[in-house]
């Protein structure tokens, strides 16, 4: 995605889709998007985690501290009700959006002229 409000725009429910998946930590998140995206989604830690403190902060996603294989302490991120809840308005609202564009941009869309 080259524009930036766009970007900024989708990165919430995109955040919410991904830990609709399950429970994951921040890097594992981002590698999830980069995948999905076919590499064209890349996110870096200064765009990761301000949003997910956000939504932790709104109750839309609850976290916890656990051990990666290695052993290492890691934060583990999972959605919560409110947080489902969130998810299906935010992909209620990209879905009236993705329907209108699709209209618009369809070959089949006749102009609409306007007559002044």
């Given amino acids: 995605m080259s524009s930036k409000s766009l970007t900024a725009a989708s990165v919430r429910p995109i955040m919410l889709s991904v830990l609709a998946e399950g429970e994951s930590y921040g890097y594992a998140v981002m590698q999830r998007i980069h995948l999905l995206s076919n590499g064209d989604v890349q996110w870096s830690d200064g765009t990761l985690y301000p949003v997910l403190h956000r939504l932790e902060l709104e109750k839309l ?56």
Avoid: C, D, F, Q
């Avoid at 916890?64 to 489902?84: D, F, I, P």
């Fill in 61 to 116: 996603i609850a976290s916890r501290w656990g051990k990666s294989e290695t052993g290492r302490k890691r934060k583990y991120y999972s959605l919560t009700a409110l947080g489902a809840k969130a998810l299906a308005v935010e992909r209620a609202e990209w879905m009236k959006v993705h329907s209108l564009l699709a209209r618009l941009w369809s070959p089949s869309v006749e102009p609409i002229t306007v007559n002044s």
